[in-house]
């Protein structure tokens, strides 16, 4: 551990404020990059469902 | 004899024609994604927890260094994704394989955001460091025409609707672009500047201990996988949308059907 306690790690010397600004926007973009195609896929399965349901009455 | 060579001929390229094929690659890749899942998860956490807790502190630049664990494999990936995008556009104007062109289309948002990435934590990191959020200098310009390129490829497969045009416009975008790469990697040396030289070479031993470099390698390498397991991701559905007439993806479309609504499914049948 590079720190002494808790309190200093938040802190970073005099850095906090960028180290953790710059992780927290690292994760937001990750995880904007899993969820889009995550979600683009289930939308796009129920909506192929629904075309196929609606091919087999007719 | 002659038959014989251009029957080995056949045998070693047929992974080749597999791999143009939409149905193989849909199962293969599904196969491949929980594990490179995993592996970008792990080796993201890890590097970032040793980066961020257990590295030591920079001598001259402090803790502000240790966004270097973000900014250098968002940098990396951003221009590995776009030499990737070219040889997919040289593949698939060559031999014009379908999956060429769902990669190069697929792969060019996921590049735009590790660019978007590579600039915003360079800005956070140079405001303590330099005393500046941005300068326009070689490696700083270059990058931010780097996302331009992004930006156009992404306008340039939107906007024309015919696939095939939209295809082979796009290769072509992505082939002159890539001139783009050498000038990034090399515009800490022709020209100069504020920006630090690479952190790794193939060649040479890293400037810094071990356990500051360590951790670097760790997120390096889970940004690949993720990139990995995004890209696949995003295939997978185009994949899906292109052959929607095909039989093996109603198969697909039943199968998630029965994942989550087996009572009604099964009324159905």
Same mark, same amino acid.
């Given at each position: 551990?590079?720190?002494?306690?808790?309190?200093?790690?938040?802190?970073?010397?005099?850095?906090?404020?960028?180290?953790?600004?710059?992780?927290?926007?690292?994760?937001?973009?990750?995880?904007?990059?899993?969820?889009?195609?995550?979600?683009?896929?289930? /939308?796009?399965?129920?909506?192929?469902?629904? /075309?196929?349901? /609606?091919?087999?009455?007719? | 004899?002659?038959?014989?060579?251009?029957?080995?001929?056949?045998?070693?390229?047929? *992974?080749?024609?597999?791999?143009?094929?939409?149905?193989?690659?849909?199962?293969?890749?599904?196969?491949? +994604?929980?594990?490179?899942?995993?592996?970008?998860? +792990?080796?993201?956490?890890?590097?970032?927890?040793?980066?961020?807790?257990?590295?030591?502190?920079?001598?001259?630049?402090?803790?502000?260094?240790?966004?270097?664990?973000?900014?250098?494999?968002?940098?990396?990936?951003?221009?590995?994704?776009?030499?990737?995008? !070219?040889?997919? %556009?040289?593949? %698939?104007?060559?031999?014009?394989?379908?999956? !060429?062109?769902?990669?190069?289309?697929?792969?060019?948002?996921?590049?735009?955001?590790? &660019?978007?990435?590579?600039?915003?934590? %360079?800005?956070? *990191?140079?405001?303590?460091? *330099? %005393?500046? *959020?941005?300068?326009?200098?070689?490696?700083?310009?270059?990058?931010?025409?780097?996302?331009?390129?992004?930006?156009?490829?992404?306008? +340039?497969?939107?906007?024309?609707?015919?696939?095939?045009?939209?295809?082979?416009?796009?290769?072509?975008?992505?082939?002159?672009?890539?001139?783009?790469?050498?000038?990034?990697?090399?515009?800490? #040396?022709?020209?100069? &500047?504020?920006?630090?030289?690479?952190?790794?070479? +193939?060649? #040479?031993?890293?400037?810094?201990?071990?356990?500051?470099?360590?951790?670097?390698?760790? &997120?390096?390498?889970?940004?690949?996988?993720?990139?990995?397991?995004?890209?696949?991701?995003?295939?997978?559905?185009?994949?899906?949308?292109? #052959?929607?007439?095909?039989?093996? @993806?109603?198969?697909? @479309?039943?199968?998630?059907?029965?994942?989550?609504?087996?009572?009604?499914?099964?009324? #159905?049948?």
């Amino acid at each position: 551990m590079s720190f002494e306690s808790f309190s200093d790690f938040l802190v970073m010397g005099k850095h906090g404020l960028y180290v953790w600004s710059a992780y927290g926007i690292c994760f937001i973009v990750l995880a904007i990059n899993v969820l889009t195609p995550f979600f683009a896929r289930r /939308r796009y399965l129920q909506q192929e469902a629904r /075309r196929l349901r /609606r091919e087999s009455i007719t | 004899m002659n038959t014989s060579a251009k029957a080995k001929g056949g045998m070693s390229w047929a *992974w080749f024609h597999k791999l143009g094929s939409p149905k193989w690659f849909y199962g293969i890749s599904g196969r491949l +994604l929980p594990w490179l899942s995993i592996a970008a998860a +792990l080796l993201i956490a890890i590097g970032v927890v040793w980066g961020l807790a257990f590295a030591p502190p920079d001598y001259q630049q402090g803790n502000s260094f240790r966004i270097i664990y973000m900014h250098v494999p968002a940098a990396m990936l951003a221009q590995s994704c776009y030499v990737m995008m !070219a040889v997919c %556009g040289v593949v %698939g104007l060559v031999w014009k394989m379908k999956m !060429a062109d769902i990669a190069l289309q697929c792969a060019a948002p996921i590049g735009a955001w590790m &660019t978007a990435l590579a600039l915003v934590t %360079g800005a956070i *990191w140079g405001k303590p460091t *330099w %005393g500046s *959020w941005w300068v326009w200098d070689a490696r700083l310009t270059s990058m931010l025409i780097l996302l331009f390129l992004y930006f156009g490829l992404i306008a +340039l497969g939107n906007a024309i609707t015919n696939r095939d045009s939209a295809a082979r416009a796009c290769a072509v975008l992505a082939i002159v672009g890539v001139i783009n790469i050498p000038i990034i990697k090399y515009s800490v #040396e022709w020209w100069s &500047t504020l920006h630090q030289g690479a952190t790794f070479s +193939l060649t #040479e031993k890293p400037a810094m201990p071990a356990e500051m470099w360590l951790p670097l390698l760790f &997120t390096v390498l889970g940004f690949y996988c993720f990139f990995g397991a995004v890209l696949l991701m995003r295939m997978r559905l185009e994949v899906l949308k292109r #052959e929607a007439r095909a039989g093996w @993806v109603k198969d697909v @479309v039943i199968k998630h059907l029965g994942h989550k609504a087996s009572p009604h499914n099964g009324a #159905e049948r």
